[in-house]
């Protein structure tokens, strides 16, 4: 009998069993800094929430929504308010709780990673799947390659009818930027993509990888997350 009493004191006094509580204590603190208005606070909890219990669905779904803020609030740089980040804490809140996907679709603070293809998947589609990638190529925001303190320069955007707009920035020799959109076309034959555009001899052909990135001649890859804190 008093082994088995030593033994529940033991598991009681245990830190791994002690964990959750302590994880659902700090979500609870953080959720309180968030109804304040105060969410780098607010993050601080919840990401000490997911170190304390790495399953707790929840910390990890309000680590991505805090996160959102903050990158709504332009402090990207600051918190590390990227969509990949944003979206690997949501991954994990769904994978642990598949519930929370219904919710992140109403949330505003994500909305920041809708343009994006790890949100797309997250619905369901698929680069791989041919019958997806047209949905797939309109609903993200594609994003070229960095170039130091200019950021991204090329930005692509396919709309529906097989239209698209090409915005480049230029850079003038005072430094200074300026946006000059460019309409086109496009056609998708299962994931090969082909671009049209004013003053180019020849369609700009290309495809979109399994990984989700979009390769176009003279454009080069497209990612969707642009350049950003490289500077």
Not at 22 to 39: I, M, P, V
Not at 129 to 141: G, N, S, T, W
Not at 210 to 224: F, I, K, R
Request: hydrophobic share 35%; aromatic share 6%; proline share 7%.
């Amino acid at each position: 009998m008093r082994r088995w009493s030593l033994l529940l004191v033991l598991l009681v006094a245990s830190p791994v069993l002690g964990q959750p509580a302590k994880a659902r204590g700090l979500n609870t603190e953080g959720f309180r800094l968030y109804q304040e208005g105060r969410y780098a606070e607010a993050l601080e909890r919840f990401r000490a929430a997911t170190q304390a219990n790495p399953r707790y669905a929840l910390a990890h779904y309000n680590v991505a929504a805090t996160l959102g803020v903050l990158r709504k609030q332009k402090k990207v740089c600051e918190y590390e308010a990227y969509p990949a980040t944003i979206l690997e804490h949501l991954r994990l809140a769904v994978e642990l709780d598949p519930k929370r996907l219904k919710r992140a679709q109403e949330d505003a603070d994500l909305d920041p990673i809708r343009p994006t293809v790890g949100w797309q998947k997250l619905l369901g589609r698929s680069p791989t799947r041919p019958e997806d990638v047209p949905l797939i190529l309109q609903a993200v925001d594609w994003y070229g390659p960095g170039v130091g303190v200019y950021g991204t320069l090329v930005r692509l955007d396919f709309q529906e009818q097989g239209k698209l707009v090409l915005k480049r920035k230029k850079v003038s020799d005072e430094g200074l930027t300026e946006e000059k959109p460019l309409a086109g076309t496009y056609t998708v034959k299962g994931n090969t993509v082909e671009v049209t555009l004013p003053g180019h001899d020849k369609p700009l052909t290309g495809s979109l990888t399994p990984t989700g990135l979009l390769t176009l001649q003279e454009l080069g890859p497209l990612s969707d997350a642009p350049s950003e804190c490289e500077a």
